[in-house]
T-cell receptor, first 114, second 115 residues
């Protein structure tokens, strides 16, 4: 089915470990983004990309890296995990040049850092 | 900066009751407004949207009207069902300096519908 696919669904890391959260979409969307969801805070933008080879920071980028080598994939890397990065992470994509189409979200990755 | 304020939950209703979830926003310019719904264990799904003042978004019996004068986008449904139990997020879209845009979300309102 077309959509945004995130892997893994669950992950437990030890403090200081690194890992990559995968995100792939098959809708040929140019715009992709990563959000984290924390209780009582809604979703906050980590990084985003407006096309292959172009990325930029959102409002909470520290401790995360991204790259966009293809239109389909937008992985999120945690460089050295910290307990403050315990959260649910969502990848989202959008087609079209305006806000008219809304965003398609993946089903999320629940990350726990111990 | 831009912000979205939603009523706190949880909201508990009986089936067939009327639903209102309040949402107000602070923004420069005229952002697009959205309601997203998140069912347990799933990602967010777009429920409805409005892109300019006085627009009414509607979907699956839910409605919301973009009110510029009161900076509000309240979600309503005339008769809720148990299957509507979920978390509802109000959001606005704003442009970023890098050429993209981002969604600014409210904190979410949990709705529980009981038989």
């Amino acid at each position: 089915n077309a959509g945004v696919t995130q892997t893994p669904k669950f992950q437990v890391l030890k403090t200081g470990q690194s890992m990559t959260l995968q995100c792939a979409q098959d809708m040929n969307h140019e715009y992709m983004s990563w959000y984290r969801q924390d209780p009582g805070m809604g979703l906050r933008l980590i990084h985003y990309s407006v096309g292959a080879g172009i990325t930029d920071q959102g409002e909470v980028p520290n401790g995360y890296n991204v790259s966009r080598s293809t239109t389909e994939d937008f992985p999120l890397r945690l460089l050295s995990a910290a307990p403050s990065q315990t959260s649910v992470y969502f990848c989202a994509s959008r087609g079209g040049p305006t806000n008219f189409y809304g965003y398609t979200f993946g089903s999320g990755t629940r990350l726990t850092v111990v | 900066g831009n912000s979205v304020t939603q009523m706190e939950g949880p909201v508990t209703l009986s089936e067939e009751a009327f639903l209102t979830i309040n949402c107000t926003y602070t923004a420069t310019g005229y952002p697009s407004l959205f309601w997203y719904v998140q069912y347990p264990g799933e990602g967010l799904q777009l429920l409805l949207k409005a892109t300019k003042a006085d627009d009414k978004g509607s979907n699956k019996g839910f409605e919301a009207t973009y009110r510029k004068e009161t900076t509000s986008f309240h979600l309503e449904k005339g008769s809720v069902q148990v299957s509507d139990s979920a978390v509802y997020f109000c959001a606005l879209s704003e442009r970023l300096t890098g050429g993209g845009n981002k969604l600014t979300f409210g904190t979410g309102t949990q709705l529980k519908v009981e038989l």
